[in-house]
């Protein structure tokens, strides 16, 4: 053990190495530390950190419905078991199992949960999986999987098709991204079929049964869904065990390294616990799985480039209804180079296929033809419209890193490029551009509209629902918040009385610095005016706003 006075004698820079140590085993963690919680921040990040808040739904803000957290093991609330649900918690299953007692405490503790401490969340996995659970009982019988393999669903995410967890598993199945496209399930910047309820349950049965396979145990294969089977496989040959209680029980053989997580160990327990549940619903008291009013959905195949939100516009169904059918698609158009399938009101399939093949549902509809300027850059256009690089030249069949003015380019369009839900600031933004009464100018800046009204920018920013100044388009409203006579002033003149406004053209060698400095005016206002950062570089022919008295 290292003394007291040994640590004191540690060094800042000893101390911070182990803190980052820490962070890269924390960043390494496998899919068995997943949980079924509420989406992260950013759940692939590698684009969120490049692009603006359209990128991931991955992207933040784009909402899961609450699957709580149980602990492990979940806390006991003291109150006795019922002789109903005594008799729930004895229902003999159709796969055999041997279990001891003190596994037997761990299925009556997560059965107790359920239907005591957790039963609201247990209900609402059920209110949720109406529309959902047929079609995966049939998708894993028509396999040959064993009826009660279904509810694993609950135990991964409560069927919750917008669940992330913070290792980045995703969907009702939870899959993690590799294992996801390696059976099938797409995912980039347009799409992520690990959400699509439907084909992530086709997926989840033929991974299942491959786990099947390799181990000849259904509680190994569930265990091994959870931990990965390399990590089950070694487990089993260094323990010799032949069963996954067998090896829970030989857990503390193995290096600290090599066992199995607690989440892991509890993960059989949690499913039949859920199962013995799902068997005695009436008994336990539950309200039943309502199936009858969930309409029944048709898969349709759609061509790349389809308008989502026209599609729902036309078939009369509110974006957020027709989104809860298809939580798989992260913008409102489908990814431009293949076909996607969208699910739609079985009842409305014939006007749905009658719309996909009119002009209104046409590749790129709703987008705009980008004309470029002289220093533009991929960079620079992306940045501006939100819209990755990678995806603009895929959009557009290009390669090149070169630009010419005067090339078009087509880029979405602000209703196309949204993310499938809009964050409480997309509905601010929505909101403002009704109540707004002043029309941006080209030119404008946040900065010269605060001069004008006396509203602070950060004021303006919050009430528009504006992340940064940046996303001031001309043409749109802007709501300006109890200033309505400085509004109407505003409107015909964005800057106060006796300031002279100079447009000036950035000559060569020239930095903001030297332009502020020959004016007489602050840096930093030359770079707000402009709506510019302290990273920002200047061209020659760049054409600066500078205000002077």
């Known amino acids: 053990m290292q003394k007291k006075s040994d640590i004191h004698k540690m060094t800042f820079r000893q101390i911070l190495l182990l803190c980052l140590a820490c962070m890269l085993l924390a960043a390494c963690t496998p ?94 996995y059920l209110s949720r999986c109406g529309g959902l659970l047929p079609h995966a009982t049939e998708i894993f019988k028509q396999k040959g999987l064993p009826e009660e393999i279904v509810y694993l669903a609950f135990v991964e995410s409560g069927f919750n098709a917008k669940a992330y967890s913070r290792a980045g598993a995703a969907g009702v199945w939870q899959f993690m991204p590799y294992t996801g496209r390696k059976y099938g399930l797409k995912q980039d910047w347009w799409i992520d079929e690990r959400r699509d309820p439907y084909k992530s349950a086709e997926s989840a049965a033929t ?128 990814p431009p180079d293949y076909e996607t399938t969208v699910y739609v009101p079985a009842s409305k399939a014939s006007k749905a296929m009658a719309f996909l093949k009119s002009d209104k549902s046409r590749p790129y509809a709703g987008w705009i033809a980008y004309k470029v300027r002289s220093g533009d850059s991929w960079y620079r256009i992306g940045r501006k419209h939100g819209v990755p690089v990678a995806v603009l030249k895929k959009i557009n069949n290009r390669r090149s890193n070169l630009l010419k003015p005067g090339q078009r380019l087509m880029i979405p369009g602000s209703n196309s490029t949204q993310v499938a839900w809009r964050s409480p600031r997309a509905k601010t933004r ?84 030297t332009i502020a400095k020959k004016f007489g005016v602050s840096y930093k206002d030359v770079l707000r005016w402009n709506q510019l950062s302290k990273r920002s570089v200047l061209r020659p022919g760049d054409n600066l706003k500078i205000y002077t008295n």
Request: aromatic share 8%.
């Open 31 to 124: 899919k068995s530390s997943k949980s079924t919680a509420t989406l992260p921040v950013t759940p692939a990040p590698n684009e969120a950190a490049v692009i603006s808040e359209l990128i991931e739904l991955e992207v933040t803000g784009e909402p899961a419905d609450e699957v709580v957290d149980v602990q492990v093991p979940p806390a006991d609330d003291a109150e006795p078991l019922s002789s109903e649900e005594l008799e729930a918690l004895e229902t003999r299953l159709n796969i055999n199992i041997e279990m001891d007692e003190s596994d037997r405490k761990v299925v009556e503790q997560y059965f107790k949960y359920f239907t005591h401490r957790g039963r609201k969340t247990f209900q609402r």
């Open 207 to 334: 991974y299942l049964l491959k786990l099947y396979d390799d181990f000849g145990d259904w509680y190994l294969a569930i265990a091994a869904y959870n931990a990965g089977e390399g990590k089950i496989g070694r487990a089993m040959k260094k323990t010799g065990a032949e069963s996954f209680f067998e090896l829970t029980q030989k857990n503390h053989k193995l290096s600290r390294r090599a066992r199995l997580r607690k989440e892991t160990k509890h993960y059989v327990p949690k499913f039949l616990a859920i199962v013995k549940i799902m068997r005695n619903l009436e008994k336990l008291g539950f309200d039943p799985i309502d199936t009858e009013s969930c309409e029944p959905v048709k898969a349709i195949q759609v061509k790349g480039g389809t308008d989502l939100l026209a599609l729902a516009n036309d078939l009369k169904i509110k974006w957020k209804t027709f989104y809860n059918m298809n939580p798989a698609f992260r913008r409102q158009v489908t």
């Open 430 to 513: 929505a909101i403002a551009q009704k109540r707004g009464k002043y029309i941006v100018k080209k030119g404008d800046t946040l900065y010269d509209i605060s001069r004008a009204t006396g509203v602070s920018v950060k004021t303006l920013l919050s009430a528009n629902g504006l992340r940064s100044a940046k996303q001031l388009r001309a043409g749109s409203k802007l709501y300006i918040p109890n200033k309505s006579k400085k509004t109407t002033i505003a409107q015909k003149t964005s800057k106060k009385k006796g300031t002279k406004t100079v447009a000036y053209q950035v000559r060569r060698g020239e930095s903001v610095w």
